[in-house]
């Protein structure tokens, strides 16, 4: 039981700073994600200082309500632990999909990535960065839709004292200005989507080119996610595609 209400269920891996759990809320009998928050050695300011970002974040989060992220339920602590609840979209995590199935075929990767992008164009536009796109936080859900977990984290950990490099791990997707302590921008939220698009094996065009303009070391000349949109042809989207056409595409490819 976490915080006297979320009754722990089962693991659903590891998420950006701790391991996450599905779990039931008492109050309302919805199943969520609830992830663990370990950053070290805070002091009780810093503490005090991360909290409230992460409140401040799922406001603005809920704020949005777009269909791409996750919404944010609650931010609690239970046995001096941060936890932060999420909504639960069951499916599989970008990483682990390609680790096990391989890379995407083109069609399928950018179908991803126009859904990723519409998703970046609405926060980008509320001033809203994600700070931790990467293949690691990108769900493709059993229901068809594609989702990004993980926003409004990496912002106030790294604020806590937890280098950006820590969290976001491998397959480069750490922008350059990131890894020499710039802030968080909508800029290096496009590079990490280049990185997660050439990890999922976005190799043909349209979408190489697209890459390669996202990992442009200038952040000042990387696509914006409108500019990224327009790249891909007819703004970004299809007759019939949507956020959720990972459906068909996870019919294909589930075993």
């Not at 490099?165 to 890894?179: F, M, T």
């Amino acid at each position: 039981m976490i915080g006297g209400r979320y009754v722990v269920l089962d693991g659903l891996g590891a998420g950006l700073l701790g391991p996450v759990w599905r779990a039931e809320d008492r109050l309302t009998g919805r199943y969520l994600a609830v992830q663990e928050l370990h950053v070290p050695d805070m002091t009780p300011a810093e503490h005090a200082r991360f909290r409230e970002h992460l409140l401040r974040e799922a406001r603005r989060i809920g704020a949005l309500a777009d269909p791409g992220l996750l919404a944010v339920h609650d931010v609690l602590s239970d046995c001096g632990i941060d936890h932060v609840v999420t909504e639960l979209a069951v499916g599989t995590r970008l990483s682990d999909h390609v680790a096990s199935g391989g890379p995407l075929a083109a069609h399928d990767a950018l179908d991803m990535a126009r859904g990723l992008l519409r998703t970046l164009r609405a926060a980008h536009h509320r001033q809203l960065v994600h700070g931790a796109v990467r293949p690691g936080a990108v769900v493709l859900g059993d229901d068809g839709r594609i989702a990004l977990a993980d926003v409004g984290l990496a912002l106030p950990a790294e604020e806590a004292g937890v280098p950006i490099r820590d969290q976001l791990g491998p397959h480069g997707v750490v922008a350059p200005e990131r890894a020499a302590g710039g802030p968080a921008t909508a800029a290096a939220d496009m590079w990490g989507l280049g990185a997660t698009l050439a990890f999922a094996g976005a190799t043909e065009e349209p979408l190489s080119s697209l890459v390669a303009a996202l990992r442009t070391e200038d952040p000042a000349s990387r696509p914006t996610a409108d500019e990224a949109l327009a790249m891909l042809g007819r703004n970004g989207s299809t007759p019939g595609t949507s956020g959720r056409s990972w459906w068909k595409i996870w019919e294909r490819l589930r075993p």
